[in-house]
Structure formats: C-alpha cells, structure tokens
C-alpha cells in the first residue's frame, strides 16, 4: 500500500475522541479478491473520529455515544457507511471511474486525461478471455482503428495487424511491438498472454512520433504485469483445458460420388456435343471418358452396359464400389478423415507478484500444448518471466526483466501452399468426392504393410491413378514430422539514476534480445514424396539477436500550476539474422530427423546474414497548465542502414494538444452528469524505412542482389531480379487527429470520438518497368495517398444494481483510402494503382454472364461467335466497349475499391450474484474479396478431379437456359479465368468469444485457506456469418493473390476452442 | 553524489562507443556494387560472369525464383517442350498434373499465364545479363576482354532471334510487322528508353550485325567447355537466320562452315550406337554430337530430388519426375512417330504403341525397392504411356535416379547437315537430295532411299527429318511458320491413329494468329510503349475438332 499515503490520510484522522464508550474492531476486505485493504480509512460518522487499517486490514475504534455509523473510504474504492459491529468484515468494491487511469506511452506512462494523442488499450482481464497462443488474436475487434487478419492457422503464428488502413504501397505497414519500452523482434506468441497486463495500441503521430523510423503504422506496447504495490505476495494459479476444430467449414461441395460423375458426364458430353454437334457420339465420349479423365473408377458397372446414360443419370444398375481385383475402390470423405478429432488444448500458468519497500517482483510459469486441427500439426510454449526492480540507493534504482521462451512448434509444410499436393487443406477442400483415401484389398478391407502401417492411396500406388493430386497429405502428416524448437530470451536491464537537480533522472535501458530457432524436418522413406530417395531429412537453423540500447535524461517539475515533463535521449538497434539450411537423404530409423541418421549429402547447404541498424536522436517536451492545458511536441532523428549513404537520415517530430474542459469552472454547472469532457488534437510526422519485397524482408534495398551460383565450377554472382535503388529514402507519413473524449453518469457511458487523417509521401513502391529490361520493377520514393477516417469508441453500464451488472461496449472505424498523387499507372492482374484511386483498386475483366442466343441480349464483338452456354466478357467496359467476346479478347476494366470501410466490434458483459458473462463480436463492411477458392470450384471443365461446388448444379443447359453460369465443359478452359464474377462482399461478422464464470464467494474459498476461486468456460472463433458458406474474409485485408502460387483461400484453417478452466489465487 | 556524475559521463561514453555503423553489407548475397567492384578488380572475374550469362537460361526456378516453385520454370528446355506441344509434335497427358497442358489447348496464348511469362522473361532476362557483362567491359584491351564481348554479343543476338519467331510471323513477308522490343545498349534503366516494338526486319539486321562482328573477335577464342559458344556455334545461328531469311546460298555456306569448325573440336555427327543408348544420351554437353548445351549439373539443383527440372518433365527415366510420378510423360504424335522407318534407329527414341521400343529390351528401372522392366510401373513409377519418348537420357544413364538433373542441347552438328541440305535442295534439289540421303544413311538409317521417300517432295521430308531428329529440342514451331505450314496434330473426326487426347484434337491454319505467342500482360502493363492492341492477335482458344481438313505434309504420309 502507498506509504506517502498513509501518512497524510493519518494526519486527517489523529485526534481521537476522548469520549469513548464502545469499542468495535472488524476487517476492510477487497470485494474483488478478498485481500485485506492496508491503510483504508475509518472513520466514525459525524465526528473526526477515525483511523487507518493495519497491514492485516485490522481497525480498532472506539464509538463515541450515540454514533454507530462508520465510513470506510480508500482511494480506488467506492466508499461505503456501515453500522458497526464488532468483528464486521466490510468489502469495499473497487471504483473503476474514481482510479485516474495511467497508460503507457513511448517511453514512459502518462495520465489517460493528460494524453494529447490516440491510443487504444486492452486489459489483461479481457487477454486472458482469449484461448489464442498469440495476444494480438485477442485485437480483433477489441480496439477501434486495429484491423486483424490471419490467413495461417498454424497455432503459435501470429496474425497480421493493421492500424488506422494501410499506410504504405510497398513498405510494410505492420505495427512496431514495444514490449515494456523497448522495440521487441520475436514473434508475440512468444510472449505469454497470461503476462500481459496491458496491450496499448497508439495510432496518432503524437503518440509514436518519436519513435521515429518504426512508429509509422502504429505502435503496439505490451506491457507486462508487475507485483501491486504494497502487496504481500500473490499466488495465482490458471489453469484451462479445451478442444480445437476448423472454426469455418467447407464451401457448399458436392459430397457424393454419383453427383460428382454425372455432372462431369454433363461436361464430357458437352464438350463434344457443341464442338461437333452430335449427340450420339457426345453420349460415347462422355461415356468413354468418364473413368479416364478422372483416373479413378468406383462404381461397377454391368458388363456391356454404360455407366452413365442419356438421360444423364447413373445407370441404376451400377453401384458403388469397384473391384480390380486386386483392390477394391469405394470413396472416402476425405475432409472428415483429414481433421481429426480430439484435438487437445491445455494450457496452464502461474504466477507470484508483490512488492515490499525497496522491491516489485512478477514471477510467471505459463504451459500451453496446442494440438491444432491435423497431425503433426501442434505448439508447445514453455515461458517464464522474472521481472524485478530494486531501490538499491536512494538515488538509484536497478531493475531486470527476463523472459525465457521454449516453443515447439510442429508446422507441417506445404499447409499453406495453394495446389500442393501436400495441402490437406487443399486436398480436403477440394478433392472431388470419388476418392478413396485408404488402399483397400478386394475383399474390401483395409490394407495394411509388412510394417503394420495402414496403406494410404497415393493416386499412383494401386490400380486406378488419381489424377488430382498424387501422393496424400495424410500419410504425410502421419509418418512425416516438423519440428521447430525455438529458444527466445529477452533480456531488459535498466537504472534509473535521480540526478543531482530534482526531477532530472537517467534512465538506461539495454535489451538483448536473441531466438535460435533449430528445424528438423523428418520425411519418411516408406510413402510419399521422398519414398524415391529412402526418406530425407532437413536441418535448419535461424538466429535473430539484437540489442537495443537507450540512453533517457528526463526532467520533470511543477511550477505552482504549471508542470513540464521533458525527455531528451539516444537509442541504437541493432539487428543481425542468420541461417543455415542443410539436407540430407537415405536414412535409417524412420523416426530420426537428423543428418547423422542418413548418408547422401545435400547439394546445397546455405548460409547466409543479414543485418539492420537504426540509431535516432530523441526528445520531447510536455507541458500542462493546471491539469487542463496540456501540450506535447517531439522530435527525433533517425538514421537506417537500409538506405544508402546520403539518404539514411530523417527528421521526424510531432505538436499535440488537449484541453479537459470539464475542469473549467464554467462547467461547473455540469459536473453532476459530466465526468469528463476533453477535446484533443495533434499533428506528426513518421517515417518508414522498411520496404518488403513481396512477402519477403529486404535489408538492402538500394542494392541490385546477385546470389553466387555455381556455373561449372566457377563461383559467379548471378542478378537474382531484385534491383536496387541508391536515391531512395525516408517514407514519410503525415498524420493528423482531432478527438473528443468523455465520461458521463458516473462512468456509466463513456467513449470517445476522433477523426484521422494519415497521409502517406514520398511513398516507397515498386515501380513496374517493361519485363523486357531484365527485371520487373525498381524501388523509388514517389506519389502519396492517405487514410482518413473516424473511429468511435462507446461502453456503457446499462445495468447497475447491488449484485447485478451489465455493460456493453463496441467500437467502429471508417477508414477510406485514397491515392492522391501517382506519376504513373501501375497495371496488375487484379488491381490497379492510379491517381484518384484507392491502392486496392481491383481491376478484373468484367463477366457479362452466358450466351443464350438471343442477339437483342448482347453486342457481339466483331468476328466473336459465341456458343450457346459461353462465358461472355464486355470488351473494354473503361472506355464505355460493351459489346461482348470471349476472354482473351476482353480487357481488364476498373471495379472499384475492395478494401472494407467499416470494421469494429462489439461485446456484452454482464455480472451476476458472482456470475459472469461476456460475448464479444467482430465486423466488417463494406468491402470485397476475391474468392479464389470459389473460383476453383466453379471451372467449367472441373480440371481432373477438382471438386465443384453445388452451385454448379444451376450451369446453362438449354433446359436451364436463364443461368447466369457458364455451360460446364471439358474442353473449355475457364477455370482459372479470372474476372470480377468472382468479387464477393467481405463483410463478415463474428463471434470471436464467448466466456462465462463463477467466482466462488469469497468467504467459502477463504475457508479453504485461498483468497480467490473462479472456474470459467471460454469459447473463441465460434460462429462467423459471410456472403457464402466457406468463405473466411479475415485471411486477407484486401482482395488476395491470385492462384498463380499463393492464394491465400487454401491455408491452414482458422481454429475455434472451446475451453473451460479454473483460476485460484491465494 | 560525484558517484552519480561519473556513472552519468560513463553513459555518455557508452552511447558514444555505441553508436552502430549504419553501413552494412549482407553476408552470402552479393551486392551490385560488390559485384562491380571485384570484377573491376579482377578482369579475370569476367570469364565466369561470361559463363554464368550462358548459364542464365537453363537455370532452375529460373524466372519466379524458387519462391514460387514452379514446376514449368525451367528456362530454355521448358520454352522448348511448350514449342512441342503448341506444334504438336510433343503429345502431353491430359492431367491435372500436366503443367504443359497450356501448351497443349494454345492457353499459354492468355497473357495472364506463368508460360508465356517465363517464355518472354527468361530470354529477356538473359539479355540483361548480356548487357551488364558488356558494361563491364568498357573497352575490350585484351583478347581475353574482346571474346567476352563478343560472346555476349553473341548470346544476346540468340536470344532475339528466338524472340523474334516466337512473337512475330516469319521473315519472308513480313519484315516490316512489330516484332519484339531492343535494349541495344544499356538496360539499366529505362529512363529514355524506347522499348517499343521493333520491325521484324531491324531485330534480323541487328542479329546479323552481332553475329557477324562476334565471329570476327573470336577467332582463336578457345571455350572452356560446351555451355559456352566458339565460332562454330556463331556460324551455326549465322546458318539458322539464314535459313530463316531463306538465303540459302549463306545457309549453306554457314552451315558447312559449322561442320568444318565444329569437327576439328571433335564434334562430329552421332553413329547409329552413340543414338542406341536409352538412357546416357541427349543428356550431355560431353557427347561428340553437340556443339553447344545448357549445362545443368548435380550442383546447379537446390536439392536432390528435384521436381522442378526439365529431367522431371521431359525425360522419362528417372524417379522424383512428373514424368514418371505423375504419369505425364512426353510422346510423340504418332502421325509422326508412324512415318520413321522400322530402319531408322531414331523409331527406337520413343516406344510404340504397345511401349515397346528396341532399344530399351532387357533394360530394368527400379524404385522403392521394385524392380521392373524399364518402362513398367514399380514403387512410384508409372507405366511408359504409348509413344512415351526414351530419347532424353537421365543423370550418369542411371534410370531411377532421384538426380533430375543433366545437360540440354542448343545445338548439335546434326542440324547443321540437316540446314546444309535444306539450303542446297532450295538452290539445286538434286544436290540437296543427296546430302540427306548421305546424312540419314550414314547416321541414322543405313536403309534410307531418299528415292523411296514417304513425304511428297523434298521441302516436307526435309522437315519431316528435322521433326524426328530435333524432337523436343525447340524447333517445331519455328519451323511450322518458317516454312508457312498449318498446324496438324490430328487427320479428321475418324482419326484413330493420332495419340493427342480428344480434348486437344484440333489444327491450325499456316500463319494463323494463334501460332504466334502473345506479349505478357505485365509487359504491356509495364511498358509505356506496348499497349494491349499493339499485342499480337491470338484469337479465340483452339476447340476440340476444329479444321479437321488441313494436312502438313508429313504427318499425313502414312
């Protein structure tokens, strides 16, 4: 307890009466976790009798005659007036609205009401809600302005983050993560949520500005939980159990064998029929073929008789199931069989804060096993953090934060890599439903080897040779293993030295950070793709370390009403990353993932490094007048080894102000109902410096890269495409917000309302040259767009009453974006960037739906003879051409803006006689999406065993002659067409989590010698509701890739878990 | 309190000392300026950059970087396998695992499509590479010096020479249509640039000129191996564009010419046995027959078993192929493969249809621990699909291997006899006659009469030689518009004989649009001076059945 505290309280209450007659002595508890509240004041109603509480929350009083009622106030608390009884125990609830709420900022905290910027914070309270291995899944749609998406479901990988848009065309716009004041490079599933007391998103310039170089999109600062201070040690003990399953579920498929054949009979048939108009041998085609073209026979059929007949429905005397033989084929679901089921999530933690005079500790063991939703598929995080700061002069105080992280991450390959064969997802997804998955004898059990290994269809291991997808993921995961054991250490020593001047203090903080990431892939020498070579193995190791070192003088004081707080200091990063990736093959244990267990040497082993160094210069000036005026500027100058020597330095700096005009005596009259009422404003200017290429960090990127090649036995660097730039410099970003804050009713309703604008110059991209040059594009610094928007924050108790409670929150943010200068025009496959534009601008060929025929229906292009059934295409839509012709001959037109204008959240919590409940829900609107995935199951030609969805049931026949699907068929290649056909709506909602609870009153876990027992159920990513069955718009922000390589649509899948735990504290 | 100013100054000191240098350099990737430096340094350097400029085209993941993977970016051998299957000679599976399919329905004729990408970038990129060597060399001092320039002279005059009658109809008629853009000089940047397309006729003469001032400077120049061209490949591609421009006296000239040169290297004509051995031939830059490979060794491949190699995809010998793991395998259009002579060694180059072929008797592959006729489906590997090609060999001839790695022929002495012949029969048919008799007898087909000729006149059997002994090697197309030629994979809706799947059972008219490839839609997004109507007219995608009627010549004989 606050010691300074207790001594001016004291001196309120030091006279006693020295009329006493009764004396009554009782205990003042905390409602919250039944710990005794140290140094609460008592005091007798009506007189200035009264005292504090001692360290066992004890008091002793003497009640003057007549006077019965006792005050009992604490700060922090709600005050409560009682009738004393002797031996009374009083539980003191904690006032939410009376706590001056502190947040971190860059490099230091700051009061909420002081602050000029905008920041948006979550607790730990609602963190630890969440069953998600990285804290930043618990974002979505938590905090207004924060955008989440997540296209690998991989447990332990952590989703991309946006805020307030995306503020650069080439340069990444994620986020810069500050854990407890220093620029953190893991990944944050590194850091275990249950160490998370507050996730502190700053989305305005004032607030990151003098972060400089990195503060461009945002901050997010993690800060991790400390001992209370003057609180005895706390034991806390987490523990939750649950199961994970594929959150969103399949496309609407077809699911059975005789559905699937008799519409690709449909595409045989026509096929052949509107190529050579002949019914009779469009029949014998089809019937020809259907086996062949799929490779893969399961029904029996008759001899002599045809499989399908010429009403297009299966022979009703073939059935099911095929023999050769030698094996006997029947189809297996591969989706049921590829999720399995049980898949285990457990995760335990524990924790021990306090603090006594001269020391604050935090201790914390945390435990999470993971199992994902396939095999071999899983995430093990072992953490432990010991954080400590000593007073160890009186003018100087030491502290250390050390957190030790071992994962064991199982991430199978190829999860992630559209039209692998390796893909469950892909393989599941998209199979058509005549496979059997399990290799069958013919009597039609199960098949297994002379090893006792049950034997999996490859497509080339029995009679019948599938013709989608050779090999099967499952046999994969089951014998192949992918483990990846990370050790993380993040190191922060710091000393804070009070200088001689009062209020001037130094403050150095160095942080070593250092992860050793050692992969070893098994592949098994019996099945799948290294059979050939007797089994392979990888070994791979990667290190990053970095050491950030800071360097802080701030000087703080109050003249009378006036109070500055200034910073000036240094920071340095920096950051090397290594690799070594070896292989070998021919192995012998099937189970050992290491290169001593096999023989053939690898025919290249790589290593390689790389590193990036920043320093800046810093400071910062704030100033408040009576706590109503407040104003803040900044500066910092940074320089990066990313550009080249005579561009590396850039000036960075910010102004912000805030007034809280509910401290004016003018609002006197309104301080019954208004708590709070600020108006804020600011202005910044950031800078970006680290430009991708693609997906893909690039350390250098004025350099033109050459890799050394092997050419014949000479060591010759060859130009890998990637060409440099030596002009280019600083992105810089200019970024404005104006809000109002408030709080009324007692902190029954508050929110807040700003509007920002973030303007992007001199933006870093890739500027597209001819691909005749030898390359496709050069960096340069060029153009600007911006992000504006507003956001609105609301919570609300609509509910208050002695034991019951609800509240409701929710958040929403616009954010529209604009390309407003751009020399060029930068032409993709889908998208367009120009002037005037958004940067997710799609632009696509333009569908104008099925030929029927009917000439008053269509324009036909010159010299386009359309099919009854084809695909039709506007010619140039831009330039107002809408006469239709067939694909290649269509062009690209614009289909406007596809990112979502509206996103946000909302949620429920609700309190109840020591129940609680919570429901939170993410959206958004407004935007579209390229359905890739969609787009795969709806070719025309169903491409060799690709499955189809339903919806091609409703493909243009002439009986169906008003479908708006083009007429299925083998010989036309319109699968992979793309065009805007395939652009749906993003907008999505979903219920990101559910939990309810049951705090044990605190007298009946006090019997059992604990302080506080809560057992919970918890549910996350249970339901999400899109334009259509399948589709998941949280995998990409904006409208994806093509399916050229890496579509997002068919990677590891989203994981809903449900999960029920206790929590006992003592 | 002096403690405390101490320990202040001691972390101002720190600051000091700790002030990071701001220039740093990658360990393992090699920068532009480093790599300018140290050549500048060492001119001796510049043989390899030399070499490695041959080396670009056939090198692996060659276009979209390994990060993509792709299974078709094979450089030089994949652009030849899609010329195959465009031209029909080259007959693929119908399979999701075809990644040749595009070639196989003329898609690689959308400009969205990865093939024509690699197609167009992989000689473009190759021609940059030329380009920067010859910017390194600002002044040829040293004889050293002056074969370097002329060799990447050389190459780059290569590489618009397959551009050129990849994207533009042929010479003859033609001279004055668009054909590709130049970069001349200097593509470093593009500022100033006019990257248009240029005439048909300004690309040949530019080609000409290089070709002819490369033969000058390297008189002398002694390679260090066969990836690298000498003046007997300079006078082979003088022969080709010749043959092109249909200047059948320089043709021929050029082509003897070759052969002269070529043979006091040693480079002579394949016997009969050297085309015998199924599995250790066209597989090699070390086999006497070839003047000029892509060399593309064990160690130029990321690991072993590779799938992503031209072995996976043409030839059908060895393990970890798409080939022989997927069933893909490449054949022969039996119209084609019928019209060989029982005589001819080179029948034995692709099993019949029954998938037997001379050659591979006795021979045995294995995989997983079967063992099998070669040929016949064991472990993972599929059975030989008819007219299943065994002319490409496999890694050290061992069928099976997981090693998809091995030589690619650019240019091998044969085709030199074979343009010898064509240009003297164009001057005298008589004399032309002859030399191919002489040629086919002597190494091919000990039986052959050019008398009792299967083709109808001298042109198509010449063609008709050149299809069966170039088969696969990127001829086909180039051959089907220099001579003006439809193009013909099947005879009729009754035609049982062709192997092409139904699916892809169509022809195309001579000089029709589609036989053009067409400008990657990113060039055109990228280029001021190309804009989709300026790209060539490939017209609808070719349908299943369509001009049943035409007839080539060749494969209508038998």
Redesign the interface.
Known sequence: MKKKLTMFLASLFLVGSALAQTKVSGTVLSQEDGQPIIGAAVKVTGTSTGMLTDVNGRFTLTLPTGKNQLEITYLGYEGKTVTAKNGMRVFLKTDAAALEEVIVVAYGTAKKSAFTGSAATMKAEDISKRQVSSALNALTGSVSGVQVTSYDGQPGKDPIIRIRGIGSMSANSKPLYVVDGVPFDGSISSINPADIETMNVLKDASASAIYGSRGANGVVIISTKQGRKGQDAVVTLDARWGVNNRAVPNYDVIDNAGSYYETMYRALYNEYYYAMDDVTGAHDYANQNIFTNEGCQVFTVPEGQRFIGTDFHINPNARLGYSDGKYYYTPDNWYDEMYNTGNLRQEYNATISGSTDKMNYYMSLGYLDDKGIINSSAYKRYSGRLKADYQAKSWLKVGANLAYTFEKQEAPGFQNKWGSSGNAFFIADNIAPIYPIYVRNADGSYLYDAMGIQVLDTGTNTGQKRKFSAGNPAIDLKLNSYNQEINSINAKGYAIIDLPLDGLKLNANLNAYASDNRENNLYNPHYGSSSSTNGAVNVNHYRRQSLNQQYLLTYQHDFGLHSIDLLAGYESYDMKYRLLETNKQNIFLDYVGELDNAIKYPSSPKSNTVRYVTKGWLGRAQYNYAQKYFVSASYRRDGSSRFAEGHKWGNFGSLGAAWLISKESFMESTAAWLDELKIKVSYGIQGNDHLMNGDDEIYYPYQDIYTVTDVNGTAVPIFNGYKGNKDISWETSYSTNMGIEFALLKGRLSGSIEYYNRTTKDMLYYKPVPVSIGYESYPINSGSMYNRGIELNLEGTVLKLKDVEIRLNMNLTTVKNKVTDYPETNKGSMRIIEEGGSIYESYLRSYAGVWRGDNSEYTLAEGFEPVLGDALYYVDPDNGNYAVTDYSNAKQAHQGNTLANVFGGFGLTARAYGFDASVQFAYQLGGRVYDHKYQGLMSSDGQNGHNWSKDIYDAWTPENAQSNIPRLDTGVDDSQYTSNRFLVSSDYLSMTNITIGYTVPARLVRSIGLSALRIYFAGDNLALWTARKGLDPRRALTMGVSTLGNGYSDTYAGLKTISGGITVSF | ?NK?YT??LG??A??TV??????????????????TESVKRDNA?L???T??AF??IG?EYNV??I????ADDFGYPADCLSDGTNAGDIVGV????NWFS?AA?Y?D????Y?NP?ER??MY??Q???C??LLNNIPEATTPELKSYQALGKALRAFDYFQLVQRYALTYAGHTTDPA??M?LSD?DK?DG?T?ARQTVEFVYNFIEKELDEAVTNLEGFIR??K?VMNQSVIYGLKARVSLVKQDWDKAAEYAQKAIDLAAQEGIVPASIDEVSHVGSMFISNDEPNWMWGL?F?????????EYETWVSQISSLA??SYTT???CFRAINSHLWNTIADSDVRKGWWVDGDCQSPLIEGLLWS??GETAPLGVGC??L?DFIPYTNVKFGVYQGQF?T?QTCGDFPMMRVEEMYLIFAEAQGRLNETQGATALEQFVKTYRDPAYNYAEKPTANFIDEVWRQRRIELWGEGFAMNDILRLKKPMVRYQG?DDTITNWA??YQFNLPAEDGTLLMTI????I???E??S?DDNNK????P????NPELRDGVTDVR
């Open positions: 309190m405390i320990l202040s972390a101002v720190v600051i700790s002030c990071a240098d701001l220039d740093t350099q990658p360990d393992g990737e090699v920068t532009g300026d480093q790599f350097l043989e390899g950059v070499k490695s080396f670009n090198k979209f970087g990060s993509q993977g792709r119908n399979s999701g695992y595009v329905n898609g004729r959308n400009v969205n990865a990408y167009w970038a473009y990129n021609i940059k590479c380009n920067d590709v853009p970069y593509n593009t640039l990257t260090p191996d990836s060399s060794g064990p160690t130029n491949i990321e690991t072993d078993g393990s970890y793991e997927t069933g995989n997983s472990g993972n599929f099976g997981t809706t139904q699916t990657p839609q990113s060039e997004n990228g280029n001076y190309i989709a490939s017209g609808t995608t349908r299943m059945g369509i």
